[in-house]
């Protein structure tokens, strides 16, 4: 994808470090019981959330950022207590095979007895499925589809899976057969709405360094923009100004700008082209997968290039004459990963919050919630499902556990609940539990808590004589 030094520690190495760093300072407090609160029948009780590792989950990580997107969830499991399996995507090779070389170093191993089918711990490398041997905790699958499938006919306790949607529904399926939960990071096409009343150079910088960043391939990139016909000229101008800014005279000598994965994709978003309005760029280059920063206009709803998402350095307008239209036209489409708003309007910006749905928004700029360590990074609907970084990590790789501890004592409370049933108890539990009480309740009651506090004290007093 032609990162540069600077662009792949920022893009890939960073946002590790800056997980690793979170996780160390919080998990003591993340993994601690969590007290939750009582009722008058468990006033004398202890009641908290444990959380406890799911067992061994599975990360399926992408080719776009193939260390961050394997990296960061490996860390939320660990985290959680859990035993993984990394399955780097086989797109980006040399990424996936330094993942396999470099875990196994720094990470522990463990004596387990057999527990996989004989293909599965030939995917692993163990030798004989029948011997007991000293294993790795955090093993690396490499390998493409085949592997792919053999990993999904084992039983996990979690699934993480990042990539498109049609692989999503095979790993839901095939989830499905195990009652394994999943956690889908999907994509979709990422709307970006630009109000007229906002400032259009700071706007569409914003955009351009979003949209163009890894030559577009970055699931949560504006995948298109919405706005008035009046400014979408004045758009166009500030991206192309902002495009010299960055990339040059000539991007495609930029050591700044991306290149697409393989001629694969790049005969997909090439062909995104056809029959459309180029404003600016459209330059391909087949031999070196180069596609230049593209802008379209007065694009068609109904174009190809509106029907899938688009993952690369093409960036659609289509224009629509008020927010009203934008929330409709973003409505009508299934539920984007990410959605964007600029606007001076704090009123315009809520109302497109209140009457959209998103996995997550950023108002006047772009991509910049996915780096917020508190806020949960995820899809809804299509665009997928659950949710993980820093926090959100650690609580999708765990099972939260409802505890109570309860005092043998006080049993005249129990009765409540025991046979036989009657109107005064039920009214006296209506009491205790929805704190729905009369006068003649409470006084019952309050009998009932003397008569238990005399019958502990008789027995209190009559073992104390006992042992006279």
Sequence with gaps: MGFSGPNAYSHEILG??????LTMEKLPSWAAPQPVKKNLLTLRDEAYIGYEPLGVVLVIGAWNYPFVLVMQPLIGAIAAGNAVVVKPSEVSENTARLVAELLPQYLDKVSVAPCWTPGFSVLL????PDTPALQDLYAVITGGVPET???????????????NTAVGRIVMAAAAKHLTPVTLELGGKSPCYIDKDCDLAVACRRITWGKYMNCGQTCIAPDYILCDPSIQSKVVENIKATLKEFYGE???SSPDYGRIINQRHFKRVKSLLEGQKIAHGGETDEASCFIAPTILTDVSPESKVMEEEIFGPVLPIVTVRSV?????????????LALYVFS???????????????????????????VVPDLPFGGVGHSGMGAYHGRF??????????CLIKDLRWEVLSKLRYPPGSMEMVHLAKCLLLKQCNKSTVAQFISALLAGLKAVVAKVSFGSLLTL
Excluded: C
């Design 393 to 402: 990590s650690f609580e999708t790789f765990s099972h939260r556990r409802a």
């Design 149 to 163: 499938t053999e990993l999904l006919t084992q039983r996990f306790d979690h699934i993480l899976y990042t990539g």
């Design 324 to 336: 009203e239209e934008a929330i409709e036209f973003i409505n009508l489409r299934e539920k984007p």
């Design 344 to 370: 001076n309007k704090k009123q315009l910006i809520r109302r497109v919050i209140a009457e959209t749905s998103s996995g997550g928004m950023t108002a006047n700029d772009v991509i910049m919630h996915s």
């Design 16 to 21: 590790v470090l800056g997980e690793l760093a």
């Design 125 to 128: 490398g163990w030798g004989d």
């Design 250 to 252: 000539d991007v495609k």
